[in-house]
């Protein structure tokens, strides 16, 4: 990582020469999408953290500069599994999403709403849904994170055991989990239609990939440890899950993709549902704290 690593950070501390203006570190084009449009264009520069290890950089990026004394930068990065690993770094100026990562972070501002009430064929949902208190949309992506959880439990366990095996960092290609969309599907049969998940194939594909690991002790560790479903539920996978649930009630027959669920649930993402966020309340404080004027609006 030498090589982006100093030419960012030879970057990001030329520009905070710039008092006057707040820097934002992302590790994610993603990320810049969701909140790029509520940092002041005038007082804020938005940079994106390059390759692979764009999380490790964001990091190492802010604690550097802050031990030269820039307190005009930001990093925002992803929790990930790191509360549950007991590794996320307490860098000042760093700030992780409160959930696993941003995605989760907005669906649980309420903003699916917008979306789901749209494409929601309110009859065939309350017939697939038990009967409950709380509004279809957020039984639905209760389901979603549930199932999300469910598939995010290896993952985790996998993450875990390589941490203890090699007594480092978390990078290797430990994140090369197989894609869902294989394990996963609407089925169809007369009038019904149900979610067929192949969890048992998902979790030996995934022993195949990481040998070394004994995988099902590690899940079964794991299971016992009740982890908030939150943290271990990674944002597009609760996507494809949302996309499937919502296959079961839409208004028409044509097959709903994460990607467009996505694309929906940003554009219908705006001030209202920001300021929800613990990121927002977290941002305004520090902006507060230091005199700084970074969001719009306050």
Known sequence: MSAPWSDF????????????????????????????????KEHVRVKMAPGDAAKALVIRCVHRLNSLGRQNVIGVVDADYDRILGCASAVENLFHTETHDLDLD????????????????ATKAKAHLNEGT?????????????LAAEFGLPKLA???????????????GVERFPPLRDYCKCKRRG??????????????????????????KEIEREKRQDHPRTQIARGHDVFFFLALLSDLVARKTA??????????????FSNEYFRRMNLYKFLVDWENARGRRMIEGT
């Open 255 to 268: 097959q709903i993709s994460p990607a467009s669920l996505e694309s929906d649930v940003r554009l219908a």
């Open 191 to 216: 009038g019904t239609t149900s979610i067929v998940k192949d969890y048992r194939r998902f979790v030996q594909d995934l022993q195949r990939i990481h040998s070394h690991i004994e995988l099902e």
């Open 158 to 172: 996998c993450v875990r055991a390589f941490k203890a095996e090699n007594n480092s960092n978390l990078s290797g």
């Open 134 to 146: 709380a509004p279809i949309h957020e039984r639905f992506l209760e389901n979603a994170i549930n």
């Open 9 to 40: 950070l030879a970057d990001i501390t030329l520009m905070s020469q710039d008092a006057s203006r707040t820097y934002v570190i992302l590790e994610g084009d993603e990320d810049r999408r969701y909140l790029e449009l509520y940092f002041s």
């Open 106 to 121: 907005t669906l649980l501002t309420g903003v699916l709403e917008k979306v789901f009430l749209e494409i929601m064929d």
